[in-house]
């Protein structure tokens, strides 16, 4: 996939994400900085946006990583775009959360894009995150 679709991705992400220098507690209980970067432990958060832009980059190829391994994983030869959709979602659930999408993966594998996105929408994500898991939903729907 060339640079310029995944700088484009991640600012998607940034967007959907949101940005704070200060550490939080999110809608799930765990303490969370800069780009939606969960705080492990032990873990002490950067100062400066620089160091969050850093975070966020290795938060990113994590992400990158584990979408390629997803797909090897469940036989999914897919479109740049659905890749990038995917890797967002691991980038927002992990990829634990991602692969609880049963539905999805099968209609995936059938190029049945459109189901693909019915199966998001359906969804406890959606639920708690409506805006963005109605977006990405949507660019599925168009894969």
Not at 43 to 70: C, H, R, S, T, V
Not at 83 to 106: D, H, L, P, Y
Not at 129 to 141: G, K, V, Y
């Amino acid at each position: 996939m060339s640079d310029i679709i995944k700088d484009a991705l991640k600012e998607r992400i940034k967007q959907h994400e949101g940005y704070r220098l200060d550490t939080y507690i999110d809608t799930l209980g765990f303490k969370t900085g800069g780009y939606g970067h969960k705080m492990l432990p032990g873990e002490e958060p950067p100062k400066d946006k620089e160091g969050w832009d850093k975070i966020f980059d290795e938060d990113f190829d994590k992400a990158w990583n584990l979408m390629e391994k997803f797909c090897a994983e469940n036989n999914l030869d897919l479109p740049a775009k659905a890749k990038g959709i995917i890797c967002e979602m691991i980038f927002q659930m992990g990829f634990a959360g991602v692969s609880k999408f049963k539905n999805m993966i099968r209609y995936l594998k059938d190029g049945n894009f459109p189901d693909a996105a019915n199966e998001m929408m359906r969804s406890r994500w959606y639920k708690q995150t409506p805006n963005r898991s109605r977006a990405l939903s949507m660019e599925m729907r168009n894969v």
